[in-house]
């Protein structure tokens, strides 16, 4: 374990205690024991200790999110699922990495297949008890065609592409055993399921991939099942409206020549996150955001619907339009009411944290020298990759 301080012998034994009393505290709310100490006796317990309210704050939700997690996951394996072996077909990409890393901590043998390893299909592809297809879309379904003639027909085979029917047709198509569409609704950086959506599309024999659906949920995963069709035509609005909007703003600002980082310190919270965004797509590879924008029929006629939805708001800014402009958001007030309930809450929690964050990036040695992204090294995966 890694402790931070200045002051080793002071700081680690306060870090130390705070973990035992931190998995207390995690382990009772599991536990569904929720008395909580009156809110004028805490905040006077607050202000005598020093603690500003934030701190509070963001540790008991941190505390509530880590008690959604199944303890012991690695020990529950033995009395729930057989350990398997698991191939991911092109599993080199962040989130080919990301799926290794989950199932190799939950038990599973885990091989990774690079785009040379075809001379050693039979083995990796003829002993899995689970395929995963984790390439590009352009090249998903002549990958399927050619890995299927190896699967044995008790093989479970699936994918976490971003477009889902062809995918899934090309599955049912050329294998004989199950199948089921996965899309997991997030991207590089994430380091665990935790709260984050995993679109389940339904193909043939769903009951053998229980064991991973399992393993998403016990990790804090939640799983949204929907049928292909549905899914693609969701994923326009989804995914290629926020990259082309996100796409948009990048171009625009680097087109008008703004010095972004200038901006930022006369930013609001919301423009900051604004550019946040569009500073971690630019940091990709441009092929997935540009596979995403212009993957399906659904996403390119989204796209030709909202940009002249935007040539007609502008068109009635710049004349000054002022009705026009009204009743064009009280059409969008009365679509979002819906979701205010929810999404505020959401929103004052972002931009309080990234409040908390830049004020925490300034104490040069907790952000230089002591946040660590695990508290264990990273487990060996069994890799044979081009």
């Given at each position: 374990m890694v402790f931070c301080s200045k002051s080793p012998s002071k700081l680690e034994d306060i870090d130390r205690q705070l973990v035992k009393l931190l998995g207390e505290r995690i382990a009772a709310i599991a536990e569904e024991q929720s008395n909580h100490m009156n809110s004028a006796v805490l905040k006077t317990e607050l202000d005598h200790a020093g603690v500003p309210e934030f701190v509070w704050r963001n540790l008991l939700t941190s505390a509530a999110a880590a008690a959604t997690i199944t303890p012991s996951v690695t020990e529950d394996l033995g009395r729930t699922d057989w350990p398997q072996q698991v191939t991911l077909i092109g599993g080199t990409g962040k989130m080919g990495q990301f799926f290794a890393e989950q199932l190799t901590c939950a038990g599973h043998q885990v091989r990774i297949m690079g785009r040379d390893d075809w001379d050693d299909a039979e083995v990796l592809l003829g002993n899995a008890d689970l395929v995963m297809v984790c390439v590009p879309t352009q090249q998903a379904v002549s990958v399927i065609k050619k890995a299927a003639s190896y699967l044995r027909e008790t093989t479970a085979l699936t994918d976490i592409i971003s477009i889902k029917a062809p995918i899934v047709e090309a599955m049912l198509t050329y294998h004989s055993g199950p199948v089921m569409g996965l899309h997991p609704m997030f991207g590089p950086g994430i380091s665990s399921f935790l709260s984050q959506n995993v679109v389940v599309c339904p193909g043939r024999s769903e009951t053998a991939f229980d064991w991973l659906l399992r393993l998403i949920e016990r990790n804090g995963g939640k799983l949204r099942t929907s049928s292909a069709t549905e899914h693609?035509?969701?994923?326009?609005?989804?995914?290629?409206?926020?990259?082309?909007?996100?796409?948009?703003?990048?171009?625009?600002?680097?087109?008008?020549?703004?010095?972004?980082?200038?901006?930022?310190?006369?930013?609001?919270?919301?423009?900051?996150?604004?550019?946040?965004?569009?500073?971690?797509?630019?940091?990709?590879?441009?092929?997935?955001?540009?596979?995403?924008?212009?993957?399906?029929?659904?996403?390119?006629?989204?796209?030709?619907?909202?940009?002249?939805?935007?040539?007609?708001?502008?068109?009635?800014?710049?004349?000054?339009?002022?009705?026009?402009?009204k009743r064009a958001f009280e059409i969008a007030h009365q679509t979002f009411q819906t979701v205010v309930p929810q999404t505020l809450p959401e929103t004052d929690h972002i931009i309080e944290s990234l409040s908390v964050f830049l004020a925490a990036s300034t104490v040069e040695s907790l952000e230089a020298d002591c946040v660590q992204p695990s508290m264990q090294p990273p487990r060996k995966l069994n890799r044979i990759v081009s």
């Amino acid at each position: 374990m890694v402790f931070c301080s200045k002051s080793p012998s002071k700081l680690e034994d306060i870090d130390r205690q705070l973990v035992k009393l931190l998995g207390e505290r995690i382990a009772a709310i599991a536990e569904e024991q929720s008395n909580h100490m009156n809110s004028a006796v805490l905040k006077t317990e607050l202000d005598h200790a020093g603690v500003p309210e934030f701190v509070w704050r963001n540790l008991l939700t941190s505390a509530a999110a880590a008690a959604t997690i199944t303890p012991s996951v690695t020990e529950d394996l033995g009395r729930t699922d057989w350990p398997q072996q698991v191939t991911l077909i092109g599993g080199t990409g962040k989130m080919g990495q990301f799926f290794a890393e989950q199932l190799t901590c939950a038990g599973h043998q885990v091989r990774i297949m690079g785009r040379d390893d075809w001379d050693d299909a039979e083995v990796l592809l003829g002993n899995a008890d689970l395929v995963m297809v984790c390439v590009p879309t352009q090249q998903a379904v002549s990958v399927i065609k050619k890995a299927a003639s190896y699967l044995r027909e008790t093989t479970a085979l699936t994918d976490i592409i971003s477009i889902k029917a062809p995918i899934v047709e090309a599955m049912l198509t050329y294998h004989s055993g199950p199948v089921m569409g996965l899309h997991p609704m997030f991207g590089p950086g994430i380091s665990s399921f935790l709260s984050q959506n995993v679109v389940v599309c339904p193909g043939r024999s769903e009951t053998a991939f229980d064991w991973l659906l399992r393993l998403i949920e016990r990790n804090g995963g939640k799983l949204r099942t929907s049928s292909a069709t549905e899914h693609d035509r969701m994923m326009g609005t989804v995914q290629g409206i926020r990259h082309f909007m996100t796409f948009g703003l990048g171009v625009f600002l680097a087109t008008e020549g703004v010095d972004v980082a200038r901006s930022l310190e006369l930013s609001s919270p919301l423009y900051r996150l604004a550019i946040a965004q569009a500073s971690r797509l630019f940091a990709q590879n441009d092929s997935l955001s540009l596979e995403i924008m212009m993957g399906s029929p659904e996403s390119r006629g989204i796209l030709q619907r909202l940009s002249t939805t935007y040539a007609q708001l502008a068109s009635a800014a710049s004349c000054c339009d002022r009705d026009s402009l009204k009743r064009a958001f009280e059409i969008a007030h009365q679509t979002f009411q819906t979701v205010v309930p929810q999404t505020l809450p959401e929103t004052d929690h972002i931009i309080e944290s990234l409040s908390v964050f830049l004020a925490a990036s300034t104490v040069e040695s907790l952000e230089a020298d002591c946040v660590q992204p695990s508290m264990q090294p990273p487990r060996k995966l069994n890799r044979i990759v081009s």
